[in-house]
C-alpha cells in the first residue's frame, strides 16, 4: 500500500548537485531502483545455492522463476488468478458505489450525517479478518462472502474520503451555483461530485489496495479456487516454489493495478493537477 | 436613462449576525431606489457589510428583516434576472471546466436551449469579453484579468437585467483594471444592464457610477447618496480631469476618512 503511493511521486531532484555523464547520474533514473530489485533477487539466488538458508523453505529463485513460467503457460495460474480478480473487482465496485453515494450523502445533508455518522464509526476500526467468520455463517464461503467482504472493507475509504471531499467544497462555488439558480439534486451531481472528485480517487486508491488484501485473505480462510487458495494450499503441500510464485504473481498484479488507477487518475483528474499548480505559484 | 420607476427596492434591510457574547448588527436600516439601467456603486469602510447588502439583493443571504424587490417582486432566493459576480473569480470559476463550459453553465442550467443555441450563445459573449480563441482552456491557464473576464461572461451569457459585483476588479493589477472597467461600463451602456458594483476603490466608483451610495462603518446606514453627474462618454484621462470629478472624489473621500477615523483632507 505504502510503496505504492510512494512510486507515484516525482523524482526529487536535489538542487545543487552536478554531475557530469550519464552514468553518474544513473542513480537518479528508476533504473537505479530497478536494479536494486535485481541486485536482491540476485543474493537470493546465491544465499539459496550456498546453503545459507535451508533449501527447504527457500528455493532459488531461478525455481521460483521457472516454476512461475510452468504455471503461467500451463494455464493454471490464470485459472486461479481470473476468477479472484473479477470477485476483487465486484466486491471493489460495489464498495466504491456505496461508499461515493453514502459519502454524498452524509457530506451534503445534515440529516445522512446525523444518522450514519455513529454506525460508520463503529463499523469502521473492525478489521475485516475478524467479521469474516460472521459472513461465512451467513453467506457460506462462495463468491457472495468474498464479494460481500470485500465490498464491506473497501467502502470506508470512500466513504470517508468522499465526505471530506464533500465538506471542502468550496463554499463560493456552492454560492455560484445558487447564482445560477443550481440547487439541491442538480447541485450535488454538477459541482459538489466533480469537486470532491480528487478526494474520492484518494480513498478509491486506498480501497483498491484493501480490496486486493481482503481478497487474498477470504480465499486462504474459505476457499476451494483463487489465488490466495492457491499459495496456502501450495505451501500446505509443500511446494514451496509455487507458493513464491503465488506471491510474486500478487505482487505483479497489485503493481499492474496501481499503475492502471494513476493512468485513468491522472486522466480525469488532469484539471486537479494543474489547478493545485497553479495555486501554488 | 434614469427611468424614474422603482426597478430594485431594498427596503428597511437589518442583518445582524450572531458574535462572541451576542450579536453584531452589519447593517441597521438600509432604503435604496435603483433605477432601472443605472450604475451605482457602493463604497464604505471595510466590514460596513457593502458585500452583505450585495448578497442580499442576490437573495444569497437573509436580511434579518426588510426586504429586497425586484421589479415589484420579493426578492426570496436568487432571481433568475440577477448574477451576481464574486470577488475571488479563481474560486468561483468552475477549475474542472473550461472556459466555454464555464460560461454555458448558466445557459445549460437556466432554459431550455439546444446545443448548438448554447454554443452560439457562449460563443457570442466570449467574443464580447475578448476571449475568442480560449474556448477550450481551463481558467487556471489564464490570467487574473482574463479569468475575471470569464467570469464576466458567464454572468453575462444568461442575458440578465442586474448584474451585482462585488469589487470584482481588487485582485487585479493597475492596467488589467483600467481594461475590465472599460469593459463593464461599455457593456453596461450596451446591454442596457443594471449594475451595482461595490468597491472600495472611490475613483473607480465615481468614474464608472451613474449614483454613488457611501455607507457608514457598521452598524451601517447610507451616509451619502450622491448622483454622478458626469458627462458620456467617459475617458479615463479626460474625465477624471473635470473638476465635477474631482469635486465627487473629494466628498466621498472625506466621508469614508471620517468614518476610517483618518483626519486629512490634504490626502485627497
Redesign the interface.
Known sequence: MSDAVKTDLPAPAPPGVKTAGGIALLWRTRWFGVGFIALLLALWELAAVSGWVPSMSFPRMSAVLATWWEIIISGELVGELLPSILRMFAGYFIGVALGVALGLLMGYFRFFYSLLEPITEVLRPIPSPAYLPIVILFLGIDDEMKIFMISFASLFPVLLNTYSGVRGV?P??L??A?????TGW?LLW??VL??A?PYIFTGMRVSLAVALIVMVISEMVAASSGIGYFILSAQRGFKIREMFAGVLTLAVVGYVLNRLFVAIENKVLA??Y??TL??RN | MNASRPFLSIRGIHKAFAAPGGTTVALNGIDLEIARGSFVSIIGPSGCGKSTLLQIM?G?VEPTSGAVFLDGRKVDG?P?S???V?Q?Y???L???KTVERNVA??LE??ERLSRETIIARTREILALVKLTGFERY?P??LSGGMQQRVAIARALA?RPDVLLMDEPFSAVDALTRVGLQELVRGLWRELGLTVVFVTHDVDEGVYLSSRMVALSRAPARIAIDLPIELPYPRDQIATRALPEYLDYRARLLAQLFADEGLVSTEAA
Do not use: E, M
Not at chain 1, 445558487?178 to 443550481?182: A, E, I, L, P, W
Open positions: 468550496d463560493i462555488q454560492q455560484t445558487r447564482t445560477f439558480g443550481v442538480k454538477q459541482i466533480p469537486s472528485a484539471w486537479h494543474g489547478y497553479q495555486q | 442576490a444569497l436568487p433568475p440577477v448574477i451576481y464574486f475571488q479563481t474560486r468561483s468552475f477549475p474542472w453553465f448558466g442550467n437556466r481551463f487556471w491557464q444568461c
